[in-house]
Antibody, heavy 121, light 106 residues
């Protein structure tokens, strides 16, 4: 069964850093593009970042570019999101998901259960 | 690319036919997906490639459109369909979601 399990969320002060993890099972992470999406009551769903099948292929939302870094460890089959210089606007539930890309087909599925990040003093 | 969903909120009854629209600020061919979101749960994929029903999703859900205008239709609303719905364009980076449509019980 394909599963994703996020961890690493928590309370962090403004300007602080946090690293989220997303452990994959049932499939090989390095053979798939992956994404991070966040959710807030105010903004709804907000795309954050994508890493392609090649680790050098990374893409970011303008709001996180230069502060967040997506990466993966193939030996651990785990995806990461390093978040630096966090602000209150980064408070959200963060989800990882597999980014399926094929002929005439692009979508995020499956998703993990999410991890809550709260930025507050 | 901006995605504008309408309405942002709708009140409907069980059995109603519901249509949600999503307009892209520029053409995205058919590279659009629809998701259902419920509190405390991960978003659920309903439709991809604008009109392809994801496996396991009830046939009362359907999608249509291409270019800039898209619709999600629920042919007969069921109690478990009360949720928030989002469109997502996967054509061009940065990827973007619509603002969401909350479907509530009338």
């Amino acid at each position: 069964e394909v599963q994703l399990l996020e961890s690493g969320g928590g309370l962090v002060h403004p300007g602080g850093s946090l690293r989220l993890s997303c452990a994959a099972s049932g499939f090989t992470l390095k053979n798939n593009a992956m994404t991070w999406v966040r959710q807030t009551p105010r903004k709804g769903l907000d795309w954050v970042s994508v890493i392609g099948t090649a680790d050098v292929d990374t893409f970011y939302a303008d709001s996180v570019k230069g502060r967040f870094t997506i990466s993966r460890d193939s030996s651990k089959n785990t995806l990461y999101l390093q978040m630096n210089n966090l602000g209150a606007e980064d408070t959200a539930i963060y989800f990882c998901a597999r980014f399926s890309i094929g002929t005439g087909r692009r979508y995020f599925d499956p998703w993990g259960q999410g991890t809550l990040v709260t930025v507050s003093s | 690319i901006q995605l504008t969903q309408s309405p942002s909120f709708l009140s409907a009854s069980v059995g109603d036919r519901v249509t949600i629209t999503c307009r892209a600020s520029q053409g995205i061919s058919s590279v659009l997906a629809w998701y259902q979101e419920k509190a405390g749960k991960a978003p659920k994929l309903l439709i991809y490639s604008a009109s392809t029903l994801q496996s396991g999703v009830p046939s009362r859900f359907s999608g249509s459109g291409s270019g800039t205008d898209f619709t999600l239709t629920i042919s007969s609303l069921q109690p478990e369909d009360f949720a928030t719905y989002y469109c997502l364009q996967l054509s061009t980076y940065p990827l973007t979601f619509g603002g969401g449509t909350k479907v509530e019980i009338k």
